[in-house]
């Protein structure tokens, strides 16, 4: 009979993501809510030795592989293992990150498995025994409640990355961990050819706990460097509006909204941009946002907590020497 | 070469979303669609690949009837022919069930190389394309920004978290689409374009031309679905600084620091 919480976690480079302890959080939350166990399945190169440490998190047993083959993620390999893993397992509900790597697994693994998964959660709860979650669509404009048809199991739920609370760790307590006795497929369809890291080892926004963004209002790529400053001294990021990125300032990547990334920071700071309804739409659930606008009937004003009506060429120098004042004082 | 772009049509991003008095859907009424920006771009990356290596581009939808426009968009763009699987047995599928009725029909089609977005802007499920990959058996590149074919493989650059990938496949296989309209610009309709698409071919099936069962898909085999629906929070506008920029900056520290205690 299915039975407990079981959580896929995502190692990289010699260490857990961070992604990895919020389900583990999350997974505790849901299995003690069910009154049941937490497992975790943990697959990488040199995953082992660092496995008892997700019991920080609260999680009970680890099933681990570790082979050297399984140092970046890729579907032929990690899918047939996992999938197995599960079926063994039998978990009630199975939780995964929703980072790039884990929307790809989930959704192959729910299609293998012909189980039900719902994408990018920010919410889940159990009720009655069973799991209900709340996920955005259009990028935010609004939310859906979604629950597994009886008997469909397991039910399966991506968690947005920044979003589920990590709890403090624990470090009295380690995790029992099992080596699982699995045989990796051989020649794969499919390689990663090269892996290049970003210059600085940017923080992307979707993970950021502070972000600097920059629209129309910046008038040129070269301006830029002003909100570079300011999210270094923060240690947060910087992004753009589609404007921006539409008139080649800055790369894609940076681009937040309906047709680009959705960011849930801790703090964002929206400087010359307007709040298009795409651009809203992708950080309005940020948890605390700023403004500086020129205009003071710009719509972003009616979503910011504080609005600054300036010149932003004015304000954002003295802004960043107040807070490099702030910062070489405490 | 066949290419398959699989599209899905959508509300504009622009659109103002609001909930159906069902509590668990959103008003239709009024609504522009469009071709989802994602599947657009891979609508752009395969007539990119027709012009350089010669290739048939063929544009597959599951979807009511409206989605023809969505097709005929798309042909009117380059491509060459177009198929809806419209069904109301469909309707209530959950991804699983979307990625059968798109599987189904790929299977009955000869493919080289089957395309879409990462994600289609209205319910973000980030599912069907991958799942579809599952399906049938064949490797998934995701969030291409870039792509290239060289001997007889497929490859594409994607972002990371903090890094950049390059991943290749061999054929058949599935490439889903990132990046943004800055990347991919995709082409827009030509007047002759639009003439030229009337009359290609757009074949409208139902389950059964694909060889699937009504109880495969629809509300009946969904194994998760959407209960109730509500709007995001209302924000509140805040604070409004007052002063000179000096004094503005100054409080809004002040503010950041204290108060919300962020930095």
């Given at each position: 009979m299915a039975q407990g919480v079981c959580v896929i976690t995502e190692f990289r480079d010699g260490a857990f993501r961070r992604v990895s302890f919020e389900v583990a959080s999350e997974g505790r939350k849901l299995a003690d809510a069910l009154g049941e166990g937490l497992t975790a399945v943990a697959l990488g190169a040199g995953v082992e030795a660092a496995a008892p440490d997700l019991g920080n998190y609260g999680v009970d047993k680890v099933y681990v592989v570790d082979d050297?083959?399984?140092?970046d993620y890729l579907a032929e390999l990690y899918v047939p293992v996992v999938a197995d893993l599960l079926q063994n397992l039998s978990p009630k509900v199975v939780l995964v990150p929703a980072s790039v790597d884990g929307k790809d697994l989930s959704a192959r693994l729910a299609a293998r498995l012909g189980a039900g998964l719902a994408t990018d959660c920010t919410q889940l709860k159990v009720e009655a025994g069973a799991l209900k979650v709340r996920r955005p669509l259009y990028a935010g404009k609004a939310f859906a409640w979604y629950e597994w048809a009886p008997?469909?199991?397991?039910q399966m739920a991506s968690c947005r990355p920044n979003v589920m609370d990590c709890r403090?760790?624990?470090?009295?307590k380690k995790a029992a961990v099992e080596k699982a006795a699995v045989s990796l497929p051989g020649a794969?369809?499919?390689?990663?050819l090269a892996m290049q890291k970003d210059v600085k080892g940017k923080i992307d926004l979707t993970e950021a706990q502070i972000i600097v963004s920059g629209g129309?209002?910046?008038?040129?790529?070269?301006?830029y460097a002003m909100l570079e400053e300011l999210a270094n001294i923060l240690g947060g990021t910087v992004g753009a509006s589609r404007a921006a990125v539409d008139a080649g300032w800055?790369?894609?990547?940076d681009q937040v909204g309906q047709t680009g990334k959705v960011v849930t920071p801790n703090l964002y700071i929206a400087c010359g941009?307007?709040?298009?309804i795409q651009h809203m739409a992708g950080m309005?659930?940020?948890?605390f946002i700023v403004a500086v606008n020129?205009?003071?009937?710009?719509?972003i004003f009616t979503k910011a907590d504080y609005g600054v009506v300036e010149d932003l060429f004015q304000f954002l120098p003295v802004f960043t020497e107040e807070v490099r004042k702030l910062k070489s004082t405490c | 070469m066949n290419v398959v772009v699989l599209l899905k049509q959508v509300p504009d991003t622009e659109t103002v979303i609001r909930i159906e008095a069902d509590g668990k859907?959103?008003?239709?009424?009024e609504i522009k669609w469009i071709i989802n920006p994602y599947d657009e771009y891979a609508v752009e990356a395969a007539l990119r690949l027709k012009e350089k290596k010669g290739a048939t581009v063929i544009i597959l939808s599951v979807g009511p009837q409206r989605a023809v426009e969505a097709i005929r968009t798309a042909l009117a763009m380059g491509a060459d022919r177009g198929m809806l699987v419209d069904d109301?047995?469909?309707?209530?599928?959950d991804a699983l069930g979307k990625a059968r009725v798109l599987a189904a029909a790929l299977s009955a089609t000869a493919f080289d190389l089957i395309l879409c977005g990462?994600?289609?802007?209205?319910?973000?499920?980030?599912?069907v394309g991958i799942m579809v990959a599952e399906l049938l058996g064949v490797p998934h590149l995701a969030l291409a920004v870039a792509l290239e074919m060289e001997d007889g493989k497929v490859k594409i650059d994607r972002p990371v978290e903090g890094a950049k990938v390059t991943l290749q496949a061999a054929l058949p296989a599935m490439v889903t689409f990132g990046g943004s309209h800055a990347v991919w610009n995709p082409r827009y309709a030509s007047l002759p374009g639009i003439m030229k698409a009337k009359k290609k071919p757009l074949d409208v099936r139902k389950l059964a031309d694909v060889g699937?069962?009504?109880?495969?898909?629809?509300a009946g085999a969904a194994k998760v679905k959407v209960t109730a629906m509500e709007m995001p929070p209302q924000r509140k506008a805040g604070r409004v600084l007052q002063g000179d920029a000096a004094a503005k900056a100054k409080e809004l520290v002040r503010l950041l620091h204290d108060e919300a205690k962020l930095i």
């Amino acid at each position: 009979m299915a039975q407990g919480v079981c959580v896929i976690t995502e190692f990289r480079d010699g260490a857990f993501r961070r992604v990895s302890f919020e389900v583990a959080s999350e997974g505790r939350k849901l299995a003690d809510a069910l009154g049941e166990g937490l497992t975790a399945v943990a697959l990488g190169a040199g995953v082992e030795a660092a496995a008892p440490d997700l019991g920080n998190y609260g999680v009970d047993k680890v099933y681990v592989v570790d082979d050297a083959r399984l140092k970046d993620y890729l579907a032929e390999l990690y899918v047939p293992v996992v999938a197995d893993l599960l079926q063994n397992l039998s978990p009630k509900v199975v939780l995964v990150p929703a980072s790039v790597d884990g929307k790809d697994l989930s959704a192959r693994l729910a299609a293998r498995l012909g189980a039900g998964l719902a994408t990018d959660c920010t919410q889940l709860k159990v009720e009655a025994g069973a799991l209900k979650v709340r996920r955005p669509l259009y990028a935010g404009k609004a939310f859906a409640w979604y629950e597994w048809a009886p008997g469909a199991l397991p039910q399966m739920a991506s968690c947005r990355p920044n979003v589920m609370d990590c709890r403090i760790p624990d470090p009295s307590k380690k995790a029992a961990v099992e080596k699982a006795a699995v045989s990796l497929p051989g020649a794969t369809k499919s390689q990663v050819l090269a892996m290049q890291k970003d210059v600085k080892g940017k923080i992307d926004l979707t993970e950021a706990q502070i972000i600097v963004s920059g629209g129309r209002g910046m008038k040129g790529a070269e301006n830029y460097a002003m909100l570079e400053e300011l999210a270094n001294i923060l240690g947060g990021t910087v992004g753009a509006s589609r404007a921006a990125v539409d008139a080649g300032w800055r790369p894609h990547s940076d681009q937040v909204g309906q047709t680009g990334k959705v960011v849930t920071p801790n703090l964002y700071i929206a400087c010359g941009i307007s709040g298009a309804i795409q651009h809203m739409a992708g950080m309005g659930s940020s948890k605390f946002i700023v403004a500086v606008n020129r205009d003071p009937e710009a719509p972003i004003f009616t979503k910011a907590d504080y609005g600054v009506v300036e010149d932003l060429f004015q304000f954002l120098p003295v802004f960043t020497e107040e807070v490099r004042k702030l910062k070489s004082t405490c | 070469m066949n290419v398959v772009v699989l599209l899905k049509q959508v509300p504009d991003t622009e659109t103002v979303i609001r909930i159906e008095a069902d509590g668990k859907s959103i008003v239709t009424k009024e609504i522009k669609w469009i071709i989802n920006p994602y599947d657009e771009y891979a609508v752009e990356a395969a007539l990119r690949l027709k012009e350089k290596k010669g290739a048939t581009v063929i544009i597959l939808s599951v979807g009511p009837q409206r989605a023809v426009e969505a097709i005929r968009t798309a042909l009117a763009m380059g491509a060459d022919r177009g198929m809806l699987v419209d069904d109301p047995a469909a309707e209530g599928s959950d991804a699983l069930g979307k990625a059968r009725v798109l599987a189904a029909a790929l299977s009955a089609t000869a493919f080289d190389l089957i395309l879409c977005g990462h994600r289609a802007v209205d319910d973000d499920e980030n599912q069907v394309g991958i799942m579809v990959a599952e399906l049938l058996g064949v490797p998934h590149l995701a969030l291409a920004v870039a792509l290239e074919m060289e001997d007889g493989k497929v490859k594409i650059d994607r972002p990371v978290e903090g890094a950049k990938v390059t991943l290749q496949a061999a054929l058949p296989a599935m490439v889903t689409f990132g990046g943004s309209h800055a990347v991919w610009n995709p082409r827009y309709a030509s007047l002759p374009g639009i003439m030229k698409a009337k009359k290609k071919p757009l074949d409208v099936r139902k389950l059964a031309d694909v060889g699937l069962a009504a109880e495969q898909v629809g509300a009946g085999a969904a194994k998760v679905k959407v209960t109730a629906m509500e709007m995001p929070p209302q924000r509140k506008a805040g604070r409004v600084l007052q002063g000179d920029a000096a004094a503005k900056a100054k409080e809004l520290v002040r503010l950041l620091h204290d108060e919300a205690k962020l930095i």
